[in-house]
């Protein structure tokens, strides 16, 4: 089976191109205004008009307000929308309901203990991601270049979809997928040269090994 990938914090058509280029499943626009990765939703309207065709657009929301959901969500036409923080399940289940999009909720892990946090979601989102938890006084709950022990999700017969984040790199990838069996993958500052700052020859590598490691 091919390995699904998200390009995330995407803030620059030419990124998006080569991601979708490259073969992307999914382009990730965060809407958090601590992030270095921040859009406003002026910005998602011109960069909509840039995009490629194909990948689908997810956009990655932190506690957000229900206007700035509305919103992001019309200027970028996306397709899912990413909750990454402390939102609850009936959150989620409102949001959906709301938007008329897919759910993807982000849930945090370091231990298999941790995994459990995403069971009462499952009713309510189409897809669980697991990222590593940020380092202690971190302002961002992802996109902090960390990792969690892949190796807890080996074997783990989930009865839901879910995603792999946290730390991944062109050149970890593969260890990544081989010790967790990862069917998808999120990836942002892992494709940056700085952060915020993504790089089209990077986005290569990673969709590339990503492939390569199926």
């Known amino acids: 089976?091919?390995?699904?990938?998200?390009?995330?914090?995407?803030?620059?058509?030419?990124?998006?191109?080569?991601?979708?280029?490259?073969?992307?499943?999914?382009?990730?626009?965060?809407?958090?205004?601590?992030?270095?990765?921040?859009?406003?939703?002026?910005?998602?309207?011109?960069?909509?008009?840039?995009?490629?065709?194909?990948?689908?657009?997810?956009g990655v929301f932190v506690d957000a307000p229900?206007?700035?959901?509305?919103?992001?969500?019309?200027?970028?036409?996306?397709?899912?929308?990413?909750?990454?923080?402390?939102?609850?399940?009936?959150?989620?289940?409102?949001?959906?309901?709301?938007?008329?999009?897919?759910?993807?909720?982000?849930?945090?892990?370091?231990?298999?203990?941790?995994?459990?946090k995403a069971e009462p979601y499952i009713p309510n989102v189409d897809r669980i991601l697991f990222d590593a938890k940020p380092p202690e006084g971190a302002v961002l709950p992802g996109g902090n270049a960390v990792s969690f022990p892949w190796h807890i999700l080996a074997g783990k017969k989930l009865p839901y979809k879910w995603m792999l984040a946290g730390g991944l790199t062109p050149e970890n990838v593969r260890e990544a997928i081989t010790q967790s069996r990862a069917?998808?993958?999120?990836?942002?500052?892992?494709?940056?040269t700085a952060p915020g700052k993504k790089s089209s020859v990077l986005i290569q590598a990673f969709l590339s090994a990503a492939k390569a490691a199926k």
């Open 1 to 58: 089976m091919p390995i699904d990938v998200k390009i995330c914090g995407i803030s620059e058509a030419a990124h998006a191109h080569a991601a979708a280029m490259y073969g992307a499943r999914w382009l990730g626009f965060v809407f958090f205004p601590k992030s270095p990765r921040n859009l406003t939703v002026e910005a998602a309207r011109k960069l909509a008009q840039q995009l490629p065709a194909g990948p689908k657009r997810v």
């Open 66 to 116: 229900d206007a700035l959901l509305e919103s992001a969500t019309t200027a970028l036409s996306l397709n899912a929308v990413q909750l990454h923080g402390h939102e609850t399940p009936e959150d989620a289940a409102r949001i959906k309901g709301m938007l008329g999009v897919r759910i993807i909720k982000a849930v945090t892990v370091s231990t298999e203990a941790d995994l459990e």
């Open 183 to 192: 069917g998808a993958l999120d990836v942002s500052s892992g494709v940056e």
